[in-house]
């Protein structure tokens, strides 16, 4: 096997690890926002752009005939992290949730941005187009929260002076 086949695969394995990470991420989030519809409203989409996506990302790895028996591990791997990024309960979890999902999104871009140049020199054009369609779903949501970025913290700065911790969120 061409060392491209072989990181491609095991590349495609950490994408799909990445996305199931994204969508647990995505909903606790989105469970837990209650005073900013917008932002709750565009983490819902995309929560079911990542469910679709890793949809994708398991009809590519079929269709490469790649084994999933790794893929246990590699999420482990993401979990640490992303649990500092998730799963942040301070009273400015609100702001921590957009600052750490900007940085998830720029993980994503850049993991696809990788994928697609290796699937084409490997010459899986299949594949290479499929790693660009998401990095452009994953570029117009990092596009989204770096926009809403300095709406959401003033909002939050006005919501700070309550003493209940639900009107944060
Ligand atoms: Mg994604
Ligand atoms: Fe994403």
């Not at 209650?34 to 949809?55: C, D, F, G, V, W």
């Not at 998730?86 to 600052?99: H, I, N, R, S, W």
Request: proline letters at 1%.
């Amino acid at each position: 096997m061409s060392d491209a086949r072989k990181y491609v695969d095991q590349w495609l394995r950490d994408a799909h690890a990445m996305e199931k990470q994204a969508e647990s991420i995505l909903e606790g989030q989105v469970s837990r926002i209650k005073n900013y519809p917008e932002l709750a409203e565009r983490m819902q989409a995309h929560l079911e752009e990542t469910i679709s996506q890793r949809k994708r990302l398991e009809a590519c790895i079929e269709r490469r005939g790649i084994s999933t028996s790794g893929v246990k591990d590699v999420s482990a791997k993401f979990t640490a992290m992303m649990q500092n990024l998730g799963g942040v309960f301070a009273g400015d979890e609100v702001v921590k949730g957009v600052l750490a999902s900007y940085a998830f999104e720029a993980m994503e871009i850049a993991s696809y941005r990788i994928l697609a140049e290796a699937a084409m020199a490997e010459g899986d054009f299949e594949t290479a187009q499929l790693c660009k369609e998401i990095c452009q779903e994953e570029e117009a949501m990092a596009d989204w929260l770096k926009e809403h970025m300095p709406r959401i913290t003033t909002a939050f700065l006005g919501h700070a002076a309550s003493e209940n911790a639900d009107a944060k969120r």
